[in-house]
């Protein structure tokens, strides 16, 4: 079972604003920005991402019905910045965590394993500086 969603809002309100001044720059923290789906504000949210070829995976520690991952899989724009370059998210599907295994570092996967995230995002992405292509 994902981490419950009353830890989520907890984070929201203290965790990730803290994690935002530096998420982005410092590995493997990313930022994935996003536009709601209803209200079409832009979301920044800090996440940990690990690098697969030219696509980033993220565990879904609150399991697959997250806003980000909600507002993406819509169509809106995305973008996630690693280590201070912004990439368009030009895709996003979700996949077995045993898929992906070696894109994660054992410890990560340990964690994981105990609060019981078994699904990852994969994000696919354009190059820097090109327009928000969504392939969804």
């Given at each position: 079972?994902?981490?419950?969603?009353?830890?989520?809002?907890?984070?929201?309100?203290?965790?990730?604003?803290?994690?935002?001044?530096?998420?982005?720059?410092?590995?493997?923290?990313?930022?994935?920005?996003?536009?709601?789906?209803?209200?079409?504000?832009t979301?920044?949210v800090?996440?940990?991402?690990?690098?697969?070829?030219?696509?980033?995976?993220?565990?879904?520690?609150?399991?697959?019905t997250?806003?980000?991952?909600?507002?993406?899989?819509?169509?809106?724009?995305?973008?996630?910045?690693?280590?201070?370059?912004?990439?368009?998210?030009?895709?996003?599907?979700?996949?077995?965590?045993?898929?992906?295994?070696?894109?994660?570092p054992?410890?990560?996967?340990?964690?994981?394993?105990?609060?019981?995230?078994?699904?990852?995002?994969?994000?696919?992405?354009?190059?820097?500086?090109?327009?928000?292509?969504?392939?969804?």
């Amino acid at each position: 079972m994902p981490i419950p969603r009353t830890i989520a809002r907890l984070n929201r309100a203290g965790l990730n604003r803290l994690t935002r001044r530096f998420a982005g720059r410092i590995p493997p923290f990313t930022l994935v920005s996003h536009t709601g789906r209803a209200s079409g504000k832009t979301y920044t949210v800090p996440l940990m991402a690990f690098r697969d070829g030219d696509r980033w995976v993220i565990a879904l520690t609150y399991g697959e019905t997250t806003d980000w991952q909600k507002n993406i899989q819509a169509g809106g724009p995305a973008t996630i910045t690693v280590r201070g370059v912004t990439m368009p998210i030009t895709g996003l599907h979700t996949a077995d965590r045993q898929d992906v295994v070696r894109t994660m570092p054992w410890i990560v996967h340990r964690i994981l394993d105990l609060i019981g995230a078994d699904r990852v995002a994969i994000v696919e992405v354009g190059a820097p500086g090109t327009p928000e292509a969504p392939t969804r």
